[in-house]
């Protein structure tokens, strides 16, 4: 598809992607909460994502992927995804607040408070389908036809690029994090972990992410230190 790029991820793009995004948003704050630190018996962080723009970490690989575009392709790009809601409201987000025309296509059973908050990004809100495959097929369909560029919520390699900054700015939150036993991630997608592995398994060896499901994808980060 227009404007999906499959390569490899290279920690690189991961640190040209903090670059881009510094200039849209702070670091997400870590926060310690003393009673779950008494509970569990250990000091636990946990990274604020929520208090992003769009309340959640997927505005980081929106973000990044759209600047990405805008700086290879020119400022007269469009850009077209499918979207269950979250993905949608955080392409909306990111191309209203640089200037970029969005359509964003998702399953007539979205959500009605998601569906209203995109359409009042000024994002041309398609409702397409039963299912978010049926939602997708349409949107790979009009990014052909209408010469649209695609940001796809996972495979590609600035959104991925993008969602690795968390791994950054936790490392420079936490200056002792060999200390910590664990950095827990979410599991219920492989990709979420796999941006956590290559930083934290090749700069600090010592620091072990739990709940990994997929080693594999280290395979896929080229200059990873082995």
């Known amino acids: 598809m227009l404007g999906q790029i499959l390569e490899p991820i290279q920690i690189s793009d991961m640190l040209a ?3 881009r995004l510094r200039k849209e948003f702070p670091p997400s704050p870590l926060l310690s909460i003393a009673p779950l630190d008494q509970e569990l018996g250990t000091p636990v962080y946990l990274k604020a994502e929520n208090l992003l723009p769009s309340a ?4 980081r690989g929106a973000t990044n992927k759209i600047k990405t575009l805008i700086e290879t392709s020119g ?3 469009r ?6 809601g979250n993905h949608g409201m955080a392409c909306a987000l990111a191309a209203s607040r640089l200037g970029i025309p969005a359509t964003v296509v998702v399953p007539v059973p979205t959500p009605q408070i998601k569906k209203d908050y995109i359409r009042s990004l000024g994002a041309n809100l398609l409702e397409i389908g039963e299912t978010y495959d049926d939602s997708f097929l349409a949107a790979c369909e009009l990014a052909e036809t209408e010469k649209m560029f695609y940001v796809h919520p996972v495979s590609d390699r600035y959104t991925v690029a993008g969602q690795g900054t968390i791994t950054l700015e ?5 200056p002792d994090l060999a200390a910590h036993s664990a950095v827990c991630v979410p599991t219920m997608m492989p990709y979420i ?17 739990d709940g990994c499901v997929n080693f594999a994808f280290l395979g896929q980060f080229a200059d990873t230190p082995r």
């Not at 850009?79 to 269950?84: E, P, R």
């Not at 936790?170 to 936490?174: G, N, P, T, V, Y």
């Not at 972990?193 to 992410?209: H, K, L, Q, S």
């Open 75 to 77: 400022t007269e790009v």
């Open 79 to 84: 850009i077209i995804t499918a979207s269950s």
């Open 193 to 209: 972990t796999a941006f956590f592995m290559p930083r934290t398994r090749g700069d600090r060896p010592d620091v072990i992410p």
């Open 170 to 174: 936790l490392l420079e939150q936490i």
């Open 17 to 19: 992607a903090k670059q």
């Open 56 to 59: 959640a970490y997927k505005f």
